[in-house]
């Protein structure tokens, strides 16, 4: 019998769901409780999904059955509710970013370190079927050696869908806060850590209007840069490009594609699980698509349940405060780059995680 982690959860929002639906394919996970800020949201959420208790942040920290505690608030309260999450001694997983700069991200990690807790952080969709693929595709030397990868994010904001989209314009949001992690952790987790990088940013309007049905009308100042453009000098010696927009109405290019001495491939959307995974060697006249070699019938929380085994067990968690805080470094370090006119050479570094192994039985991570 498998020996189960509770889980509570801060933030009753718009992503809730998806968590629920993902965190409850794992075996060893049990969703115990969950909070908000705004008590009738937690409520209504509990009642929905059928979750023991509705509780206030404070009750949620001290219920003593708990052991990791998910925080899916903003991003301009992550940093705050991980480090009460950790001083209440609990293990954390919160979504992406990490927090909102280095200095946030450094105080959250040696918080956890001084008490010998986990963090964790989203995203976690590099360790699904489409990602995890594409790893085994360059672990397997298929395209062989590494020389250069690019990635493009670009639409036009989230204020014409989103109920609440004003956090997305303010520090910590910008396409390159919001969704570069996505494309980052995915690069991170193929082709290992970055050592430099640089960057051009710009806010291309300095207002926006929402057209969500909840805040059609709604004027937002933008704060951040919803243009970010950046180069990436891997520790491997690779070159990488990334475009982060939030300005764009449409594109054609590549989300990610990995070009080696072999042959290239194209990587699907790393902001989902699956995809399709496409290589093309030297010797071959077009792509030809690549099996996935694990599943991609999982979901958001994944990280949580690999967090969980490692609880249990002792070994390192793939979707950990080290990564994450490596791709906030990234991040922060595109803009600064773009506003010193400079490269800026990374102070942090992350291990590639391990990948997973191939043929994991469904609601497991450990084989
Ligand atoms: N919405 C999406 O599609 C989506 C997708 C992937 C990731 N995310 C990430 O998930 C996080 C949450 O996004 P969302 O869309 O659910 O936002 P949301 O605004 O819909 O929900 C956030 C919830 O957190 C609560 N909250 C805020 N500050 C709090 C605090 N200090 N203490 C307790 N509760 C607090 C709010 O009351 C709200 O219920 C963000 O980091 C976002 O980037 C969202």
Not at 166 to 195: C, H, R, S, V
Not at 232 to 242: E, L, N, P
Request: with cysteine; glycine share 10%.
């Amino acid at each position: 019998m498998v020996d189960k982690v509770n889980v509570g959860i801060i933030g009753c929002g718009n992503i809730f769901p998806a968590y629920m639906k993902g965190l409850r394919n794992y075996e060893i996970l049990e969703v115990a409780a969950v909070a908000d800020m705004d008590l009738s949201r937690a409520q209504a959420r509990a009642k929905e999904f059928n979750i023991p208790h509705a509780y206030s942040v404070s009750e949620l920290l001290a219920d003593p059955s708990i052991e990791i505690v998910v925080n899916l608030t903003v991003p301009q309260a992550h940093a705050e509710v991980t480090l009460v999450i950790l001083n209440a001694g609990k293990h954390a997983y919160g979504e992406k970013p990490l927090a909102l700069n280095r200095d946030e991200g450094a105080q959250i990690l040696a918080s956890a370190s001084a008490k010998g807790l986990l963090v964790g952080s989203a995203p976690d969709t590099f360790l699904g079927g489409g990602i995890q693929t594409a790893r085994k595709v360059i672990d397997d030397g298929l395209i062989g050696r590494l020389i250069a990868a690019t990635a493009c994010m670009a639409g036009h904001g989230p204020e014409s869908w989103h109920p609440n989209p004003e956090f997305y314009y303010k520090l910590g949001g910008g396409p390159m806060f919001d969704m570069g992690p996505y494309y980052l952790t995915a690069l991170i987790n193929l082709m290992g850590p970055i050592k430099r990088v640089t960057g051009s940013a710009q806010i291309s309007f300095p207002e926006r209007i929402a057209t969500s049905k909840e805040k059609n009308g709604l004027k937002i100042t933008v704060d951040v840069p919803t243009y970010v453009a950046g180069i990436m000098d891997f520790a491997s010696g690779a070159v990488g490009t990334i475009i982060t927009s939030f300005d764009t109405w449409s594109h054609n290019l590549p989300l990610i594609e990995i070009y080696g001495s072999e042959g290239s491939m194209n990587v699907p959307d790393p902001n989902n699980f699956g995809g399709k995974v496409l290589v093309r060697r030297w010797d071959e006249k077009d792509w030809r698509e690549i099996k996935l070699s694990h599943s991609d019938e999982i979901g958001r929380g994944t990280g949580v349940a690999d967090m969980a085994y490692a609880i249990r067990s002792g070994r390192a968690h793939r979707a950990s405060g080290q990564l994450a805080f490596h791709v906030l470094d990234l991040m922060q370090s595109f803009h600064e780059a773009s506003s010193q006119g400079t490269h800026v050479t990374l102070t942090s570094t992350v291990v590639q995680p391990a990948a997973l192994p191939v043929g994991l039985k469904k609601g497991t991570l450990d084989s």
